[in-house]
């Protein structure tokens, strides 16, 4: 090979103090692994109502699983000022209309020359799964609707190869390819086109898992994009390791994923955002393979094209691996909470922390409503445990003088050497005690943490009962945050009042990531449905309504979620026309037949 020529890259070479590691393939999943394909999450696990009319979680998975909450339904019926039924059941019709394929059979035949015919699915349901992330619109539509446009094929490649070969045969063949990693998006980033006429092929990674291998010394690793979260977290924490990614769909969110949505996690605080974590990636694209020959800790050499690939959606290529960061695994790891008078007092503190100290790996702080949640999920105390319950609350609120619907929790998780975290405890809870903060305990702090895996389960649980609701997330300035999640709650609630809709609506906030010039804001909505027409339609019109109050109140478009084709109508108020032609035109420029079809952020060439 010439100098001039691209030298292929080569993984490091074996080190003889064995700091160099190939992981042996992942088992198998097994049956406990089943995911579900009309709701959130693992097939063994569900929010129910049993024979004493209580909510319980089934399975036994979580910490909460097989306990009653008897507070749940009462706090939610008060909350949304409704009477509802336990017995009243909207009753899903799953699987609900599957569109024929519309299947190119020269296509098939190509697949059929390099893929096995268990890389190659046309079950329906399946095909379906694929066509759909988690917007309520589209879990509404497959239990009570019709999604409409869905995938027509679904291939699992194995290898770099199958991905190039399925490139090429759908160029040769007309045919559009839609990455799939862990279908948890919230921004409709998997749906369609109603009006798409070439054959729909849905490029599901989850077999390209593996993580190839492990520099330990130089704390690197390369990892196959379809490897999901949990995996990740498994294989690296036998050899004392972790990437100290985890976004709240860590269970089934992939590494592809987290880069194609240029993702944040839990813990970003001390092991940065996706962006921060990863140093190359290895892109299949119409053009052929990015791919790079080195990864350096920085390098200045014209314009970086692997950060093309952070938020791009699935509209430029198919990330097959990426080679990431890896950090040791903490000495200790340790959780905390603190309760506060008020949110203003949550958020003045928060603010201080990033200017006294290095926060903690997650800080989180919920404001009242969320809070009353939080304890209305909470398992029926009995014995020592009532009493210690009672002792608590009159503590809290008679002797601090903390007001029940004024009262806030911040939760904690501190990860590091014993030095590290014993320094961040004492500057985090002097700063706390500052604005009012009052230490409530590491099981308080693990218990929060814990909720985010089993929480999502509820939202389809309450479709069940005619609540819909969804989360959306911005980012914002300081010194706008507070006004921001006013605004938004206001508007909403006018906006709620104004159609006449039935008892009242659920908005809530919750602080979840710090920087030094700003905040992440997540936002909960929710309201009961029943009598409404087309109540997704309603709550999409009254998402957009609060995301309109979002940008006029100077919050981003997105911190972590993406655009996806929920949020596209928006780009025009936050990008120039230059930048969005740009955009435009470099898509025309890599994929000119437009074989990344799946049209997120409007990034078509037809």
Excluded at 190 to 209: G, W, Y
Aim: glycine share 8%; aromatic share 10%; net charge neutral.
């Amino acid at each position: 090979m010439g100098t001039n020529e691209f030298q292929k890259p080569a993984a490091p070479k074996a080190a003889p103090d064995g700091s160099f590691i190939v992981p042996e393939p992942p088992p198998a999943r097994g049956a406990d692994e089943t995911e579900s394909l009309d709701v959130w999450g693992f097939r063994d696990t569900r929010f129910d109502i049993n024979e004493n009319g209580r909510v319980v979680i089934r399975g036994s998975r979580y910490e909460l699983s097989g306990k009653e909450l008897p507070r749940l339904l009462p706090w939610i019926r008060e909350t949304l000022n409704i009477a509802l039924d336990s017995k009243d059941i909207h009753r899903p019709s799953y699987p609900t209309a599957i569109p024929d394929s519309q299947l190119t059979p020269e296509f098939r035949s190509a697949l059929e020359g390099f893929l096995s015919p268990a890389q190659i699915e046309s079950n329906g349901e399946i095909r379906m799964r694929h066509g759909h992330g988690h917007t309520q619109e589209e879990m509404f539509a497959i239990k009570y609707g019709q999604l409409g446009r869905i995938p027509d094929l679904v291939v699992y490649p194995e290898s770099d190869q199958q991905v190039a070969g399925l490139i090429d045969s759908a160029r040769k063949h007309s045919v559009t390819l839609i990455p799939y990693g862990g279908g948890t998006n919230v921004t409709d980033a998997l749906r369609c086109h109603a009006q798409e006429k070439r054959t729909i092929v849905s490029v599901d990674m989850s077999r390209m898992n593996r993580v190839l291998w492990i520099d330990t010394k130089n704390q690197m690793a390369c990892i196959q994009a379809g490897a999901v979260g949990r995996h990740i977290m498994t294989e690296l924490r036998k050899f004392g390791l972790t990437m100290g990614h985890e976004p709240d769909s860590v269970e089934f969110s992939t590494l592809g994923g987290w880069i194609a949505t240029n993702a944040s996690g839990m813990k970003k605080n001390r092991y940065g955002n996706i962006e921060d974590i990863v140093l190359d990636v290895t892109v299949a694209t119409a053009a052929g393979t990015l791919e790079r020959a080195s990864v350096s800790p920085r390098e200045a050499v014209g314009l970086d094209l692997r950060k093309l690939m952070f938020g791009s959606e699935g509209t430029l290529g198919i990330v097959t691996s990426a080679v990431v960061k890896v950090f040791p695994l903490p000495e200790i790891q340790e959780y905390g909470s603190v309760l506060f008078p008020t949110f203003e007092d949550g958020f003045a503190f928060m603010y201080e922390l990033t200017r006294e100290a290095v926060p903690p790996a997650s800080v989180r702080l919920v404001d009242n409503l969320q809070f009353q949640f939080g304890l209305a999920l909470k398992p029926a105390s009995s014995g020592l445990h009532v009493w210690k319950s009672k002792l608590e609350r009159f503590f809290v609120t008679k002797v601090k003088g903390f007001e029940p619907f004024k009262m806030v929790a911040c939760t904690l998780v501190f990860e590091g050497s014993r030095q590290e975290v014993t320094q961040q405890q004492n500057d985090l809870y002097r700063i706390a005690a500052r604005h009012g903060g009052m230490k409530a305990g590491a099981e308080n702090g693990r218990r929060g943490y814990q909720l985010t895996y089993s929480i999502a389960y509820i939202r389809d649980f309450l479709m069940n009962y005619y609540i819909i609701a969804e989360s959306f997330e911005t980012s914002v300035a300081w010194t706008d945050a507070l006004k921001l999640c006013e605004n938004v709650k206001r508007r909403l609630h006018d906006e709620y009042a104004r159609r006449g809709l039935p008892g009242k609506p659920f908005v809530t906030s919750r602080i979840t990531q710090l920087y030094r010039t700003g905040v992440a804001v997540y936002f909960y909505f929710g309201f009961y449905y029943k009598g409404i027409p087309n109540p997704q339609n309603v709550y999409l019109e009254l998402e957009n309504i609060a995301r309109d109050e979002i940008l006029n109140s100077g919050g981003s478009l997105s911190h972590h979620h993406g655009v996806g084709k929920l949020r596209r109508e928006y780009l025009p108020r936050i990008m120039s026309p230059a930048a969005l032609e740009w955009k435009q035109e470099l898509k025309k420029s890599l994929d000119p037949r437009d074989i990344f079809g799946a049209g997120n952020q409007d990034l078509g060439c037809r």
